[in-house]
């Protein structure tokens, strides 16, 4: 209370010392909260000493708080015959009923100010919720799992629904200068108990996601001086379900730290448009989109590395038969390199390959001949984008991290990770002290059920904390703790180099004339940048991060092979064989009836545990040949012959 000498709460004690009984268990399991009826607001010394009573009705009178003010109390009442809130003045006179919508209007907070008022509301639309809802009440029961932040003026004008995320958002306390609300919500969730705190503006917009551990955070509040955040965690429990309370420093974010959707759009449709044509190494619309990177760079305020330029050219030999010794060409292409200097002795890596395949003049396509522009939005103008965002986000924030940070957008990935191979040669050479590699290929195309692919976690015993304790709320994190995967990131790998690799999985349009921009999902590629950054913040408290090789089941390199099955596979090493992520139309897969989601284990006699064996196995074959190819379907171990 004001005077600091009494405080407020809610009893039910006036009619049974005893605890009310829970609710039944219902059949249906729905989840539910208890609206005790016999609850009334008392105001007590500290000594627990009942000074007054303030509500004496019927109904329940509860979640009571007063203003900071001191001159009105809020709380939650069904006087009216519905949970509502209402005001009424420190002594407990003048009532006045604030909201009036049909739902479970409650949980409410006044603003540091005292002239607003912050609460969770359910808001029943349909007959069916409608029924089940006044139903419940009936019973003095709720079920809280559709809930939404609201604000409004403390007489109860100005009423505005802050969120629409849907599930339960709740718990809410304005932020210490009244322009934002703290809030606990699951709105990420897949199966319900997963709550984590968030912030989001008094305008509903710029949602950020505060905690990351543990399955349960609610109940923030902040001290009176707003340096303070106290909340309640199952964090550290030392029983399942255990609920404690902590204690934290409330520092504002720096806004620049946070990824930016709209540069991000604006990286990937230019890298990705008609005008660059794919992207081919060697082309001159690779030159074109080096520049592009470039001036980026610039524009972040990097410097060029061991150069003059921010262009690092780079030369290999191309076969446009793979399979066979055929006759080679040059292709003359170019990495893009921008320094940020620290003043460490060390350096974090931070790339993306820039490529694709153009008009398919390599022969990559898996749109069998193929002549249009292969775009390669998700491949990889995702990744790149994402580097030229965390190039823009550490070098313009307000902190001076201790490591220094090299960003580089290789060429020539799918011709062989040639530039990256290239770019690890130079580094060997100039004695650069490379503390770690992070990589993304492919992060714009986030699934629904919010999969990504974390590669690398065991090349350093760091990793893994760090991958877990900062992942976004909702996201399915698989992780592949190989050093070693068909991009970048290997290059440094076998250079006894720290890998992370970022990758959304591939998908129906991977290599193929439809990997276009508008397919991007950009909310999920803004939170992949953003997890990327929370790892490398973590990551710089480092001292050093030590380098442990992974095991791996066959040699890395890819064999010469004449035949093609024809699948997109899964380069995830489950070690159950090769999963068939998509099958190529009017390629032998499909002929002989394979389909996505088959788990190929053996071709002929050949044991197949991920995509490495199974190249190998694919380069004992010749074409003409028939084998049997044993797979598994839901579960089923099933043959087909297949003709190669």
């Known amino acids: 209370m004001p005077d600091g000498k009494h405080i407020l709460y809610a009893s039910t004690h006036a009619k049974d010392v005893n605890c009310p009984p829970a609710p039944k268990q219902r059949s249906d399991g729905k ?13 007590a010394d500290l000594k627990g000493n009942i000074i007054k009573q303030l509500t004496n009705i019927d109904g329940y009178d509860a979640e009571a708080v007063v203003s900071p003010n001191g001159k009105k109390i809020a709380f939650t009442s069904t006087r009216s015959g519905d949970l509502e809130i209402w005001t009424m003045d420190i002594d407990g006179k003048n009532l006045k009923q604030i909201t009036n919508g049909l739902g479970y209007d409650g949980g409410a907070f006044f603003s540091h100010d005292s002239k607003k008022l912050v609460f969770r509301a359910s808001r029943p639309k349909t007959e069916e919720e409608i029924a089940e809802y006044k139903d419940l009440l009936k019973e003095n029961l709720v079920a809280p799992v559709n809930m939404e932040i609201y604000t409004c003026n403390i007489d109860g004008s100005n009423l505005k629904q802050i969120t629409h995320l849907g599930k339960a958002n709740w718990a809410p306390y304005f932020l210490p200068n009244d322009k934002g609300i703290i809030f606990s919500s699951n709105h990420h969730s897949k199966r319900g108990y997963d709550f984590h705190l968030y912030t989001v503006d008094t305008n509903g917009n710029n949602l950020e996601q ?54 991000l759009k604006k990286h990937i449709s230019y890298l990705a448009s008609n005008d660059l044509q794919g992207r081919l190494a060697g082309s001159k619309n690779e030159l074109k989109s080096a520049e592009y990177i470039a001036g980026v760079f610039k524009e972040n305020g990097l410097s060029t590395y061991q150069s003059k330029s921010f262009l690092h050219p780079f030369d290999y030999s191309f076969s446009k038969n793979p399979h066979t010794d055929s006759i080679k060409e040059t292709v003359n292409a170019n990495n893009v390199a921008g320094f940020l200097d620290n003043k460490s002795n060390k350096t974090i890596v931070i790339g993306a390959h820039y490529d694709h395949l153009g008009f398919n003049e390599h022969h990559h396509s898996t749109k069998p001949n193929s002549t249009e522009i292969h775009n390669g939005a998700d491949d990889n103008a995702s990744g790149v984008a994402g580097v030229l965002e965390l190039s823009r986000i550490l070098s313009k924030n307000k902190a001076k991290e201790k490591y220094n940070f090299l960003f580089v957008c290789f060429s020539g990935e799918e011709d062989g990770l040639m530039g990256s191979k290239a770019i690890v040669e130079q580094l060997k050479k100039d004695n650069a002290n490379i503390a770690a590699m992070l990589n993304m290929d492919m992060i714009g195309r986030l699934d629904s059920l919010n999969n990504l692919i974390v590669g690398g976690i065991g090349t350093s015993p760091s990793f893994g904390e760090i991958v877990q304790n900062n992942k976004p709320a909702g996201f399915a994190i698989t992780l592949d703790s190989s050093g070693v995967g068909p991009t970048d990131h290997t290059s440094f790998y076998v250079k006894n180099i720290p890998v992370l690799n970022f990758f959304t999985g591939t998908h129906t349009d991977y290599h193929k004339p439809s990997d276009d921009e508008n397919k991007i999902n950009y909310n999920g590629a803004t939170k992949i940048v953003d997890y990327i950054f929370r790892i490398i913040t973590d990551l710089d408290v480092k001292e050093n991060l030590e380098f442990t090789k992974t095991k791996t089941t066959t040699g890395k390199t890819a064999p010469k092979y004449k035949v093609t099955l024809g699948v997109m596979p899964d380069y995830k090493d489950y070690g159950d064989g090769l999963h068939i992520e998509a099958v190529i139309d009017n390629r032998p897969a499909q002929k002989a009836g394979l389909k996505e989601g088959d788990i190929i284990i053996k071709i002929g006699d050949c044991a197949i545990k991920e995509v490495y064996s199974y190249m190998d196995c694919l380069s004992k074959i010749n074409s003409g040949e028939s084998k049997k190819v044993t797979f598994l379907r839901e579960g089923k171990q099933q043959e087909v012959t297949v003709e190669f």
């Not at 539910?32 to 008392?42: K, T, V």
């Not at 009176?224 to 964090?235: A, E, H, I, M, Q």
Request: hydrophobic share 40%; charged share 20%; no cysteine.
């Open 31 to 43: 989840y539910l909260w208890p609206i005790y009826s016999e609850f009334d607001i008392y105001v």
């Open 210 to 263: 505060i905690t990351y551990k543990s399955e349960f955070n609610a109940f923030a509040m902040f001290s009176n001086d707003g340096k303070k955040l106290v909340f309640s965690s199952n964090r550290m429990q030392d029983a399942p379900h255990e609920t404690n309370v902590f204690l934290a420093d409330w520092v504002e974010t720096d806004k620049t730290e946070n990824a930016n959707s709209t540069l």
